[in-house]
């Protein structure tokens, strides 16, 4: 997508159901096999009280975002903020929304204003997105 195609305020989202198969292949690619991901038992004894997405997971939907919708493919990511909120438990359904913040012309940079929520509308990440968009 071309500077001149976007406009402050424009946004985009993108959904899923996080799975129990979703965290353990991410634990396969990462390396991340934190007991509060994976196993159960010790899960139930965290202060989450059962298991939880990654963070790095969660907060992935919204390179879904930037990189497939909006500006789309050819898009790179330059710069990211999260700041985690809450849990994102097995079978939650979450939606990372992205909004044109600001237009840096001159470098051809976007900055975006992020949130991912869960089903109950609950904020589970802020943050921004530096976007240094495709030619």
Same mark, same amino acid.
């Given at each position: 997508? =071309?500077? +001149?195609? #976007? +406009?402050?305020?424009? +946004?985009?989202?993108?959904?899923?159901?996080?799975?129990?198969? /979703?965290?353990?292949?991410?634990?396969?690619? +990462?390396? /991340?096999?934190?007991? %509060?991901?994976?196993?159960? %038992?010790?899960?139930?004894?965290?202060?989450?009280?059962?298991? %939880?997405?990654?963070?790095?997971?969660? &907060?992935? #939907?919204? $390179?879904?975002?930037?990189?497939?919708?909006?500006?789309?493919?050819?898009?790179? #990511? &330059?710069?990211?903020?999260?700041?985690? #909120? &809450?849990?994102?438990?097995?079978? /939650?359904?979450?939606?990372?929304? *992205?909004?044109?913040?600001?237009?840096?012309?001159?470098?051809?940079?976007?900055?975006? /204003? *992020?949130? %991912?929520?869960?089903?109950?509308? =609950?904020?589970?990440?802020?943050? $921004? $997105?530096?976007?240094?968009?495709?030619?």
């Amino acid at each position: 997508m =071309k500077m +001149s195609e #976007l +406009s402050i305020g424009q +946004s985009a989202s993108f959904s899923k159901t996080i799975t129990e198969t /979703d965290v353990y292949l991410f634990a396969g690619i +990462s390396g /991340d096999a934190n007991p %509060v991901h994976i196993n159960e %038992v010790h899960a139930k004894e965290s202060i989450f009280k059962g298991r %939880v997405a990654h963070g790095m997971l969660t &907060a992935s #939907l919204i $390179s879904t975002v930037l990189g497939m919708y909006l500006p789309g493919p050819g898009s790179i #990511l &330059a710069k990211q903020e999260i700041k985690y #909120l &809450a849990p994102v438990y097995f079978n /939650d359904t979450i939606t990372a929304t *992205c909004t044109v913040k600001e237009k840096i012309e001159e470098k051809n940079l976007v900055v975006f /204003d *992020c949130t %991912v929520t869960n089903q109950n509308e =609950k904020t589970v990440i802020v943050g $921004s $997105s530096t976007i240094l968009l495709g030619k």
